[in-house]
């Protein structure tokens, strides 16, 4: 039995220090969202975020959009030119895949500096990459509304989890502690 231990120490490592990470990262914005009161439909701070910066970014690009909290749920609707086209709940924020991203990185951590500097860096542009996805449904909604569920559960949730597959590839061949053994 030691010996099974002694031959897949890194496996069972990297599987210890994933799944703590998760579970404490997903422990903790339970936790963040329990603030919040469900009773008023009182959306959280990070989907209120994510809905602000998909209306700045849709305001860039001329759109005449507004947002307003939804009188049902803790969410935002959307609205262009006065039609409600979407509404954003707190599933579109993607902390959930920032949480799964992070557990990722640290369980292949390298240096403290250097895997701190690669999650706020990850996080960041999966928030930007998740904005900019939300508005391009948006306009996907307005101009081909036809392929709603395509582009809503297929396309788009391939792409910001191909983008973390991607960031994790990245990590592990450029600046994990395993790139540097194997180099």
Known sequence: MENYFIKYKPFLLFLGKFFLTYLLLTFLYQFYLNQFDAKTFEPDGFTTLVAKHTKTTLELLNYNVSMAPHSKEPSYKMYIDNDSVVRIVEGCNAVSVVILFVSFIVAFSSKLKKTLLFIVCGILLIHVLN????????????????YEHI?????????????????????????????????
Request: hydrophobic residues 60%; charged residues 10%.
């Open 131 to 146: 904005v900019a996805r939300i508005a391009a449904l948006i306009l996907g909604l307005i101009y081909i509304p036809e």
């Open 151 to 183: 582009m809503h559960d297929i396309i788009f949730p391939l792409f910001i989890y191909g983008v973390v597959f991607g960031l994790w590839v990245l990590w592990i061949n450029k600046y994990s502690h395993y790139a540097k053994k194997t180099a």
